[in-house]
Structures are given as C-alpha cells and as structure tokens.
C-alpha cells in the first residue's frame, strides 16, 4: 500500500526511527509531519549508528526526505545535521524542507528555558529546545517561517515585530538578556543561503507521488500519549502525532493514508513529568534502564521505566486507527522471569475500566490491575523469524495481539536494522 504512517503509541522512544529505516528500504519517499529537534531517532546500519533530530529517517537509506509544514525547524540544527551526515557519506540533496515550516527562534530557546525555570515544581518536563514556544507564536501567527528567511526585506521586519513583544518578556518577566535585531537578522539571512537550496513545495510533491504509485512513507516525532489534544495534558508536546496528523502537517487528504503501523516497546518508557500507572518500583526499574539503555538520544535523560500498559496502548490503537503493530525491544525483558502486564485501570471509586479514563484526574489516581506472564529467560539471538521465539516469548507477542485484536506485524529482538522480525 503506498501511504504508510508510523506512530509511536506510547510516550514516545518506541523505536520509530529504526522501523521507519527499515520500512524505508521499500519506500521512495519518507516524511516526518511534526514535531522539533527535541525528538531523537537512533539507526544502527551495520557498524554505523546514527543519531537524527530532524532529518526524517529516510535519509540514510538515500530516499527522498521531506521535512513537512507541520514541523519547527531549528536551522543551526538542521544545518548542523545535514554537514555530519555528508561527512559521513549521505547524499542529503534528497532533503526537501517545507517553506511552510516555522522556524524556532533564539528567543523561543530563551523562553522555554526561563519558563521551565519559572515553574519550578510544576514544570512540564519539555526538553528546552524552543518547541513549546514555536508552536505557540505559529497560533499566534505571528511566527516567521521557513519561506521568509528567503527575502531579507520581510525577515528583517517580522524580527523586529516579534522582538518588539518578546523582548519585553525576557527582560520584564524573565529576567533575561534581550536580542539584538541586527544580530539576529543577519544570523538568519546567513542560514538562508544554505536553507535555499532544499526549501521546495512538500505538499505538491508528495501529493504527486501518491498520484504515481509511489510508496510513502510518513513519520511522527514524539507519541500518542504525548499528543497535545489527545495526550496526556500538560505533559504533552506542542503538535499533534497521531496518524491523523500526517494529513494536516503534510498536506495531502486523510482518504490518501492506507495503513497505520503503531510502534511501542515490549515494556513502556516516559521521559520527564507526569503520571505514569504501570512504572515500575524497585530494582527492577534500573534493571530494565540498563538492559534496554532507556537514556534520551537527544538530552540523555534517564528515562521512567514501566511494564506493558495495555490500557494506554488500546487508547493508541483507538485515537490512531492503528491496522497493526511493531513491538520493539523484546529481548530486554529476556532478564526477567515473570512479567507483570496492566490490563485494566483501576479507578478511584474501585471499579476496573480496560478504556483509558477520559479526564486527567481519573488517570491521575489510575492504578494498575496486573496479570503475570512467564518470562522465556532466555536470550533472542538466534530467532531468525518470529516462530523461532522461545515459546513464552510467542505467547507475549500474541496475548498482545488477543488484548488489542491488532495483528503484531514486526517484532524487535535487538538494536540493528536486521534484528526485526516478521
């Protein structure tokens, strides 16, 4: 089918990057629709291990890599990325950047960072790289975005409308150093000389390419759980990276998407604040961090650990419309002999719901009601195909399946691109 979506359906750190990379190889054209630089996506080809924050996927397997309005792009970021990635060999003339796109800002990184300080115990949690406040001048419309770093005249005049609001913000509200226009004008007009050469009409492009037959393929940074409408707010990201996303940050028709593939782990992670059922207590939480290296790609934070929380990942397949699943990184439970999976939610009042509460409080108080499968203790390595698994790692993968009545499609058994297995 040409149209694909990737979703990560839980916090995020499922492993997207690595399924997108693989699916790649069959596609001609790979997109990511939204999201920032605060999203990492690690790909291990062979020896190499790469390390992308906003280059879609696809890019190490040569494909033509659109880089979609719905994103902020941090161009010193991006800039950056690109230069490493033609040291290393990738050809990144297949890059195609949305003028669309909004650009984060100095201020933007100034502001996140001050308001994160601000809050203190109820900080969000954000990864401080300006995504937040992007997003928020994009609604505003008072953003500046890729397109006019093109024309020094209307770049200079919308920095001087913005800095005129914001740097009353920094000095009034935050105590912060201000931006010089100039400085900040010319640094841009600088990136401009470089964004030039792969800024191009993304919607056309990929619309064109479904019209050809083409296979497509379309990548979200962040999760489900993290999605700012769907999520779970505040602790939340500032788009949307659900399935449907993909229409609206791409620009093509919803009609145009044949199939959605959700990714999440065996187990579940969650990086920064919020509530969290299935986290693990005890021992085993740092046992799990080690054996599964949970340490962020982009920030190397310490990442929350928890068992396989069904309830979350049924929610996943419901907002998404998920047509199957990707379970990634099954061999890390290989160090445990039992493992507990949340199936149902247990409410304040003491009923058990297997739906996702539809009010944060309710998943505020949630608590976790169990069932325990047996571990394999076994390493995976010489499964070559999913019915090579040791029997209780089967019978995993397919109580997933039963619970979900989704098909698991692909299943992780270690971190290279050929240790995935149908």
Known sequence: MPATVVVGAQWGDEGKGKIVDLLAQDSDVVCRYQGGPNAGHTIIVGDETFKIRQTPSGVISGKVSVIGAGCVV????LIGELDELETRGIDTSVVVLSGNAHLIM??????????????GALQIGTTRRGIGPAYADKASRIGIRVQDVLDPKILRQKIEVALAEKNLWL???YESEPFDLDEVATRYEGYAQRLRKIVGDTSLLVD???KAGKDVLFEGAQATLLDLDHGTYPFVTSSNPIASGAATGIGIGPTRIDRVLGVAKAYVTRVGEGPFPSEIAGPDQTRLQEAGGEFGTVTGRVRRCGWLDLVALRYAVRVNGITSLALTKLDVLSAFSELPVCVRYRLRDGSETPH?????SDFHHAEPVWETLPGWSTELDGAATRSELPEAARGYVEF???ELEVPVELVGVGAARERVLA
């Open 400 to 402: 997933v399946e039963r």
């Open 356 to 360: 996702f509460p539809a009010h944060q």
């Open 208 to 210: 064109q390419a479904l």
């Open 106 to 119: 100095p201020w933007h990184l100034a502001i996140d960072q001050a308001s994160e300080r601000r809050l």
């Open 74 to 77: 941090d161009p010193e970021v």
């Open 171 to 173: 000095e009034r509200i």
